[in-house]
């Protein structure tokens, strides 16, 4: 029996996005990961999928669209053929009534559809654009397909991962598309924002390129200063010292920062070990990072010679910043986590027990909180419901939807 806190969907809820329609081409993670943004904020996010829907939809474990579920609550689904001239007169009305458009294809594609900037701007002046690429609307690379992958290891992410000794490390996650969906929500909201001002829209050209170069650009400035490349280090820092995972005595892991001179010297103290705080190899932050090796190994002596339980309570009590290294298993039964409800269960048929759990409602807005108006929606569920019975049957008709 799980301990997480249980939440029911609430159709009524509604959040302080609840006048913005949102109309979503885009696919997979990062178009996905911006427009939950704005649908747990309560807009009207319409995910526009071709018939056989989003490809976010095949990732299934166990047969269960997990990543569809967690990614996709509280928005809409209309399924229709967008090679069909008839339905793609259905979405250009359907921005007619919008804020925020969104899509994901390679460039071009969409002005091939009949879909370009210019055409729905045309039709809707306030209109928000969103265009997301592997490597933007310009460049040399503009025409390229990218998925997240490429971008992790073309940014200089993956150079830098791992160990030493080891071959580049790619994060065993959508980190770059996650990055680029979340930069995404930030840049639509300024565009809104203007729109709503002047009665303008723009075109937002969101690479997922750019977004995880941004979090690494003081890379840049290191190497012109140095001239020698950043090295891989595992889980130990090159800018501060001690920091890495140490193993306990039964086996865990922890992980341990002391990025200021007071942490350390307090750290220095709980394990018995004040002379450090003197010792010329350890006296100050340089000196640390440079013997880093050698100051791990008399942390990891401490730390390995006692149980998780052990270290954990002990540095809580000395006041040390230090964690357990957790996994899905130990974050399920996490206090915290179910305290924070950064973790919640919500219905789900599909669900061994009959739940499904997913993120809580981040960020925290004391005024405007995020909703859960909804589960992430079967293929084609509201096509009715957003394009009226008549539009559907007409679409049926000219072989634009689905029978």
């Known amino acids: 029996m799980s301990n997480l806190p249980r939440h029911e969907y609430d159709p009524t809820a509604t959040g302080a996005l609840a006048d913005v329609r949102v109309v979503d081409l885009s696919r997979l993670v990062a178009g996905n990961v911006l427009t939950k943004v704005l649908a747990d904020h309560g807009a009207e996010v319409i995910k526009i999928e071709p018939l ?238 440079r013997n880093g090796v050698e100051l791990d190994e008399i942390i990891a002596g401490y730390v390995g010679a006692r149980s998780m339980a052990e270290n954990l309570a002990h540095f809580d009590a000395t006041g040390v910043t230090i964690g357990p290294i957790q996994d899905a298993q130990s974050l399920e039964a996490d206090h915290y986590v179910a305290a924070r409800e950064a973790l919640i269960e919500v219905p789900d048929a599909d669900m061994p027990g009959g739940w499904l759990p997913m993120g809580g409602h981040v960020p925290r807005l004391s005024e405007t909180p995020t909703i859960l108006a909804r589960p992430a929606p079967r293929l084609g569920e509201h096509n009715e419901a957003i394009l009226g019975a008549e539009t559907c049957t007409r679409l049926r008709q000219a072989g634009a939807m689905a029978v």
């Not at 899509?103 to 209109?127: D, H, I, K, Q």
């Not at 997301?132 to 971008?151: D, E, M, N, R």
């Not at 680029?180 to 075109?203: N, P």
């Not at 020698?228 to 501060?240: E, F, I």
């Open 52 to 289: 056989e829907g989003d490809t976010l939809r095949a990732w299934k474990v166990g047969g269960v669209e997990t990543s569809w579920k967690t990614i996709c609550r509280n928005k809409f689904s209309v399924a229709l053929n967008l090679r069909n001239p008839t339905a793609i007169e259905a979405v250009l009305a359907l921005c007619e009534t919008a804020a925020i458009f969104v899509e994901s294809f390679r460039p071009g594609v969409l002005e091939a559809m009949g879909l370009s900037p210019e055409t729905l701007l045309a039709r809707n002046p306030a209109l928000v654009i969103v265009r997301i690429s592997g490597w933007g609307q310009t460049g040399p690379f503009a025409h390229k397909p990218g998925f997240g992958t490429l971008v992790e290891g073309y940014s200089g992410f993956a150079a830098v991962n791992g160990f030493a000794d080891r071959e580049p490390v790619l994060p065993p996650m959508f980190m770059g598309d996650a990055y680029a969906g979340l930069h995404g929500a930030g840049s639509t909201m300024i565009a809104l924002r203007h729109a709503e001002k002047t009665g303008r829209g723009q075109v937002i050209d969101l690479s997922l390129f750019e977004p995880i170069f941004n979090v690494l650009e003081p890379q840049m400035a290191n190497w012109r200063i140095t001239g020698t490349l950043k090295p891989r280090t595992g889980s130990r820092s090159t800018n501060t010292s001690p920091r890495n995972a140490y193993r306990t005595a039964d086996g865990g892991w922890v992980c341990l920062s002391a990025s200021t001179q007071g942490m350390t010297e307090k750290l220095f103290r709980s394990i018995g070990r004040e002379d450090l705080i003197t010792d010329p190899r350890f006296a100050r932050n340089p000196d640390r990072v």
